[in-house]
């Protein structure tokens, strides 16, 4: 079997199937060292299963895969790092899509759950033990066989050798007599396979899940059929909080098709026999809408109402960041630099718009669909069915596209309430255009970012306060936050400068809810807060009178820090003079101080065309380190996926609401970049240490400010509001 033909199994397992495990050996590990290096407070629970291997006796190998895939190779990569530490034979190799069990939990996360870019980094020293005791298993078996040391033995791909007597035993062999022991061997860390002795890890394996997408197989939610399947759609109220009061019921059920028409407390849910009645139902649909603060959103009024907050001291926020007496630097200040921004809501336009099947039997239900929370969705769906969870058997399917949307499984309970009513199988789809208009969207924000400076114009201090809807409530419950002492981590991601010489800084973030529902984006904070953050530092460099890159590299006090900025300028020829055209640099960071950091240094060339007001990107230049690149081309291609996703906020993508309505409608006025737009990218990929460190959502942080900063280079003007509309790049231009 070679890695192209390799099959995934995307219909997982039962629980009871894995442990059954067939002919062969099936491993249930169990771990109990310490599962994150130098972070204590990630440590697994001892004695918590964690993964499973099964070896067959005609030496295939079946992995299970414990994330759920969407896009970013997890699929592939998880099970490439287990391969690697037991020595296995790739091409031998046979990948399943893990059931959703606790034995599979992400160690950071605590259940099956892909989000933060820290899939990788979260299962690394986990699943490279779990391959680590199935080799010592598989080598003391072998040894027992030959009644030699075990010591004497070695492994080459899937094979256990003696090198001693010239013996060679394949692992299918040894599958066919050996038994796992009650207690896996425990592995050390130092005892896992030194970086230097790797053969998968750092190679450019196939991802495992691309033949069938090319290929066109069923492996998406919207894909599947079930015999007797019903088909629905559920119309939520355009804003966050509210319900329907009444809707014209009667008239909906007699619409060609339809079988049944419901109001639930959140939305109304329409039951067809197929997916054109329902949907030319839903065109029909007259609801009367309970109140909710929502109501009263506009966009555009209430983001100067934000600027006003930001720009008020007695405005008070809570303090989410701080590292040294910011307070004690601006009062010695010889001088301040302040600079305000603003973004506007964006949608996560996710390929697959929210699709899910749902059977509801008195036995319980079963779901077949893609998320990035399985965990949660078991419990979504045993409350919509009000079923216990050992009652609910969830299918994970590949998604379309997530980016950060598909954390959250409202749609699994819509599907659950749907299938409830009716008791047959159904499939809910939820159109593109009510995906837009009752959507989640990335926080709307203002900020300010005051600097203090000495006299020699060096940064002595730094306050980022951020105006914005909370997001963290929403996604983990308000516990999460109160825990957090109020403190929501994914609005503040990124308005820190750890890295920068800065010894003092503050952030602050100034609640405004206003009832827009929000949600985690990829890159969470950092799209915007290193936005902002970035194009100060421009401005504060042209100030001064200096090159931005040099400033930078003068300020960035990190070495690995300085070398993706030196990295990134030297692939774009810093240097070289643009006719027409004009660069911009910037610096990002993405991961948390227990996991560890990756970085990028990202340039961007532009041109502007001053007819229509727009910005034209011709070329990004992006060196990213990510610490152990485990598939590289892999992580050249995330990055590139991301740089993209990225240039849409910057540049297009924008969401307004009036009198709590969504104004978008689908892609035709939600504008998404286009591929005739899309820039040359350059992407080199920098190893710094052996561990893999976040990728996934890494271009984003710095690929905005490096396009407005390339527009100060041309104009000597900073774009203040994001996305970098016409009318907003006509306003800087007036200006230069």
Known sequence: MTAAEKRVDMQGPSRRDVLRGGAGLSFAFVLSAPLLEGAQAYASTPGKLNAYVNIATDGTITIMAPAPEMGQAVITSIPLIIAEELDADWSMVRIQQSPIAPEYAHPIFKSQFVVGSVTLRGYWPVIRTAGAQARRVLIDAAAEKWDVPASELTTEPSMVVHAASDRKMSYGEIASFAKVPETLPAVKPEELKPPSKFRLIGTDVPRVDV??????????????????????????????????????????????GIVDAVAFDHAIGIIGESVPAVFNARQKVKVEWRDAPGAKVNSEADLREYLADVRDPEK??????????????????????????????????????????????????????????????????????????????????????????NAFVEYVTDAVLLSKVVQKPLKMIQSREDDVVAGRFRPMTAQRIDVALDANNKVTGWRHRIAAETVVPYVYGQARMDAQKGVDHIVVAGADVPFYDIPAHTTDHIYEERGVRTAAWRGIGAGYTNYAIEVVLDELARQSKQDPFAYRLA???????????????RMAEWSRKRDGRALGIAFNKLGLPPIGFSM???????????????????????????????????????????IIYALGSALKERITIKDGQVEQTNLHDYQIMRMSEIPQIHVEVIRSGDIPLPVGELGIGGTVPAVANAFMAMTGQTLRAMPFTPDRVRVALARS
């Open 211 to 256: 033949p069938d997408k090319v290929s066109g197989k069923p492996l998406y939610a919207i894909d599947v059929q079930l015999p007797r399947m019903l088909y629905g759609t559920i119309v939520r109220p355009p804003f966050k909080g509210s319900g329907p009061k009444s809707f014209n019921r009667d008239e909906i059920k007699k619409q060609p």
């Open 316 to 405: 008070k926020g809570v303090t989410a960041r701080k590292t040294g007496d910011a307070n004690a630097a601006f009062k010695s200040a010889a001088r301040r630099h302040t600079s305000e921004f603003t973004n506007d809501h964006v949608y996560h336009a996710q390929m697959e718009p929210h699709s899910c099947t749902a059977s509801v039997t008195p036995d319980g239900v079963e779901v077949w669909t893609g998320t990035q929370w399985p965990t949660k969705a078991v419990t979504l769906a045993a409350t919509a069915a009000g079923v216990s969870p050992d009652k609910v058997k969830i299918n994970p399917l590949q998604m379309g596209g997530a980016y950060g949307r």
């Open 555 to 569: 300020l960035l006090k990190d070495p690995r820090a300085k070398k993706v900025v030196e990295t990134a300028a």
């Open 600 to 642: 990028s240094g990202t340039v961007a060339e532009i041109s502007i065309d001053r007819r229509n007001a727009s910005i034209r990107v011709h070329n990004i230049w992006c060196a990213v380190d990510v610490g152990l690149p485990v598939q590289p081309v892999n992580i050249v291609a995330q990055v590139e996926g991301s």
